[in-house]
Structure formats: structure tokens, C-alpha cells
């Protein structure tokens, strides 16, 4: 018979963790240390053949603590607890989630490598790519949601580049407009430039969705990534990142944070432990939460348009299905057009009374922003144009609030635009 296997959510509360190493603490301590005593020197060696790679690890062997920039109980405890939401073999997790994102692609490039990534991205991610990688002879090409895998194919071949795709790099929700980018399709393509030599990656962003609602490595990514600032951490109170994947994989990117120095450390691997512990909850009410404010603002008069994966149908295309087939969940982030411009949309974040004026997402408290002159302040204006950030364009990240509440206070911010020939209505009309 075999065992039973409890859910991830369950087992939040304690694996990877025996209380007998803490005095009986039903909680893992903050092991605040910067290096840990050895009991001999034979062991000491064995660790550091380890740790540098020296040799292969022995079957019953356990590799040991040797120092916090290495590793560090924290740490370690919160890896493993993360692996369980994606099913992944090994995660690294990170002092911010643009040190996951730079180190992976640091680690998994090279100068002279093509790097295919979809448009749009997180502002920091964009930069990273656009700006840096090229200037270490990384060669970059961009797609935009709606592409086949056909056009994609097309799209490498003719860079004169295809033999050297070394990574297709996406955001699925993409920041800020909620578009999809089929991950499967993703893999396929990358299949299809890939040598028994030089295998392409996959490699997703999926901070939008966190570890629940979407499993990237279940749709053939090799490599999933958070900004896990963002609903893992949950409160607004802690920055951090993880990376996912495979043993092989994850190993070579630990190896490159160790010399590159920006693991988390201690302090920011308890607090994440004790935010993983509510994670199902938190998000399952954001996700309620969302759906009752985008059908609210879907009918509401000065709302041009709202962009939420609850509301695609059938008649959307290839984003309804992809949508049906990869995401367990519509989520809680959702973009809103205002009739108008610049001017509106600043009315409506300038009023809102509960939800608060502020970048970054999934944490309890609702948050609004105008991607547009922040978040993507850096993007060239024709390319925000194509991507459909516009100047009334405004990101909500959905809180654990009162649905009630927010909905009020979404209403009586939006009643505020003095939209032309529309400013006598009203959200109660």
C-alpha cells in the first residue's frame, strides 16, 4: 500500500523541519549564524569536497553546513517546503526576486547565445534584458502574446540566429496587460532549435500566478521563477525570489549564488516559512475577492475595459484556451482601461480612500498603480503603445480586504474622473 501523501498546504506547517534539532521548538528558530562548527576536521573536508563540487556525493550522505553564504537551516528548510507547490526537485531561493531572475540568466547564457523572451515583462526584468545582456554578447529577440508557434519558429529562423537559442524566457500573465503565453507551445519551439548538445530552456516567470494557480514545470518549463516578495511572502514585509527546477539546474545556479553572494539570508527564510503557512488561504481569498471586483468594474460607466483571466470566453481565442489549459485559477491581479487618458486614471488612484497607492502585488493589502509612468516607466512610448500600456491603463492587485469595501471604494474613486460627457454618472446609477 502506498503512503499517504498529504497536500502541500498541509505540509507548510512543517516539513523539512524535526523539532529535536531546536530544543523540541514546534517552529523552525531563526538560526542567526554566519558559520557552523565542524566536529572534526575529516568532516569538515568532506562538507567543503561537497560544496565545491570535488566529488560525487556518496549514497547515505547528507551534505552539511558549513557556512550562511553556502547554506543555512533557514534556508534550507524553505527550499524544500517550496519544491512541493511546483513539484520541483530543487529550488534556490534569493535575496530579491531580480537576483533569481538576473542569476538564472547570467548562469544559463553565454556571450553569443540568443535569448527569446515575450513582451511585455516586469519593468526590472525588461531593463535586465534589453540593456544588460547585450552588452555581455547576449543576442535578444522579442514576441508578444498571440503569436503561433508557427509565426515563432519563423520568427528565430529568420533572426540567422536559430542555432544558438540558448533560452525562451516568458511572463505568463505578462505585467500588466494579463496577456498568455502558452508554456507548452514554449517547450515545443524550443524543442524543435534544440541539438542533443545544446538543449534550449524554458524558462517563466510566474510571480502573477504564484505557486498555485499555475505549475510551469507540469507544462514543460525548465526553470520556474517568483518574485517571491510577492504572494509567498504575502505582507508587504519581506523581499526575496526563488528559481525552481531541476536537481542539475538548481545546483548550477546555487553554485553561481555562492560566489555572487545573493542568497537570502536567515531572517528572510523565516519569514518566508512562516508566510507559506497561509499562502493557500490568503490566496484563495484574493482570488474571491478579484473575481467580485472585476464583474462590478466589467459593468461599471467609466470603465472602458477590464483585463482579468476570469472574464476571457470562448469568443478570446487562443487566450480562452490556453487560459483553460494551464491556469488553475483566474488569480487576483487585473488591469482596468478608464475612458480617458493620463489625467483619468491618476483621478481614480488619487481617491481611492482603502486601497492603497503603491507598486508591487500579492500581498493582503489591495494595491493600485498606473504601470505606465512607473512600473514600466522605462519602456520606450511606441513600445507601450504596441503592448497596450497605455496612459489609462491601471493595475489592481487584489487584497484579503472586504469585497464590499473595496468595491466602494473602487466606486467612489471611479465616480471622481471627470470623464467629458460623463460626469454626471454615477456607480449607483
Not at 523540541?24 to 566536529?39: E, L, M, R, Y
Not at 470603465?303 to 478570446?316: Q, R, S
Not at 512600473?375 to 503603445?385: F, I, L, N, R
Amino acid at each position: 500500500m502506498k503512503p499517504y501523501q498529504f497536500q502541500p498546504e498541509s505540509l507548510m506547517m512543517s516539513y523539512g523541519y524535526k523539532p529535536e534539532w531546536s530544543e523540541g521548538a514546534i517552529k523552525c528558530p531563526i538560526f542567526q549564524t554566519s558559520t557552523f562548527v565542524f566536529k572534526s576536521a575529516e568532516e569538515g573536508k568532506a562538507y567543503f569536497e561537497l560544496a565545491y563540487g570535488l566529488r560525487e556525493k556518496g549514497e547515505q550522505e547528507t551534505p552539511g553546513l558549513i557556512y550562511s553564504r553556502l547554506n543555512n537551516p533557514d534556508l534550507e528548510i524553505l527550499e524544500n517546503r517550496l519544491t512541493l507547490w511546483d513539484r520541483a526537485e530543487d529550488c534556490a531561493v534569493f535575496e530579491s526576486g531580480m537576483s533569481a531572475i538576473s542569476t538564472a540568466l547570467l548562469e544559463f547564457l553565454k556571450p553569443g547565445d540568443l535569448l527569446l523572451y515575450s513582451n511585455p515583462l516586469y519593468g526590472g526584468s525588461s531593463h535586465f534584458i534589453q540593456h544588460f545582456l547585450p552588452k555581455i554578447g547576449v543576442e535578444i529577440l522579442d514576441f508578444s502574446a498571440g503569436m503561433t508557434e508557427e509565426q515563432l519558429i519563423s520568427r528565430i529562423a529568420d533572426s540567422g540566429k536559430a542555432d544558438r537559442l540558448a533560452m525562451i524566457y516568458i511572463e505568463t500573465p505578462a505585467n500588466p496587460t494579463n496577456a498568455l503565453i502558452d508554456i507548452r507551445s514554449c517547450r515545443r519551439v524550443a524543442d524543435h532549435f534544440s541539438t542533443p548538445d545544446a538543449r534550449a530552456l524554458v524558462a517563466v516567470d510566474n510571480t502573477y500566478m504564484g505557486p498555485i494557480w499555475q505549475h510551469p514545470l507540469q507544462c514543460g518549463a525548465d526553470l520556474v521563477l517568483y518574485s517571491a516578495t510577492k504572494y509567498i511572502g504575502g505582507h508587504s514585509d519581506v523581499i526575496a525570489g526563488a528559481c525552481l527546477g531541476s536537481g542539475a539546474l538548481i545546483a548550477r545556479l546555487k553554485g553561481l549564488r555562492t560566489f555572487l553572494g545573493n542568497m537570502a539570508g536567515p531572517w528572510t527564510g523565516w519569514l518566508l516559512m512562516r508566510s507559506l503557512e497561509t499562502l493557500h488561504v490568503r490566496m484563495g481569498k484574493q482570488a474571491a475577492n478579484a473575481a467580485q471586483l472585476a464583474d462590478f468594474l466589467h459593468v461599471h460607466p467609466k470603465v472602458k475595459k477590464v483585463h482579468y483571466l476570469g472574464l476571457l470566453t470562448p469568443e478570446d481565442g487562443d487566450q480562452y484556451r490556453i487560459y483553460r489549459e494551464q491556469c488553475l485559477s483566474p488569480g487576483a491581479m487585473l488591469s482596468i482601461e478608464v475612458h480617458g487618458g493620463e489625467k483619468e486614471a491618476f483621478a481614480l488612484l488619487n481617491n481611492l480612500k482603502l486601497v492603497k497607492l503603491a507598486v508591487s502585488l500579492g500581498s493582503t493589502e489591495s494595491l493600485a498603480q498606473h504601470p505606465a509612468s512607473m512600473t514600466h516607466a522605462g519602456v520606450e512610448p511606441e513600445e507601450k503603445d504596441r503592448l497596450g500600456i497605455t496612459p489609462n491603463l491601471v493595475r489592481l492587485s487584489v487584497g484579503v480586504e472586504n469585497v464590499a469595501d473595496l468595491i466602494w471604494d473602487l466606486g467612489q474613486a471611479l465616480d471622481k474622473i471627470p470623464v467629458p460627457g460623463m460626469a454626471g454618472l454615477s456607480a449607483v446609477e
